[in-house]
């Protein structure tokens, strides 16, 4: 196995799980009545507890991490390219075992829609970050 997939760009890195976060501050502030709904809290819920918002950071961080070593892996060197890993990744390790625990818990695919759309467009700016900053 090759192990320079995992040579990523560590300021890259850090900047994309950023500019993650900061998707998802806005996306679901424009969404949080209908997100609120969906999982069932209140905004005064989620302002008593910082935890929530310092592990999404963290794991936003790792996310982009992982796309990084997707765009090693796949070998992306533009726009679309990493575009396609973006979406590739997000598909096979982000919607479909998220459909998965939906099923189960009967969740709404308005919830679903939300969470995995904003997923989808982190995944896809944290991508195109890594990919032109290489």
Known sequence: MDFSVFSVNVWAVLVSGVAYFAIGAVWYMVLSEPWMKGIGK???DLDQNPLPY???FICEVLIAFG????INAFGATGIMDAIFVASALWFGFSLLPTIVHYAYEEKTFSLLAINKGYDLIGMIVAS???TLWR
């Open 54 to 56: 310092i592990t999404s």
């Open 42 to 44: 209140t905004q005064e």
């Open 67 to 70: 796309v990084a070593v997707g």
């Open 128 to 130: 195109i970050i890594l």
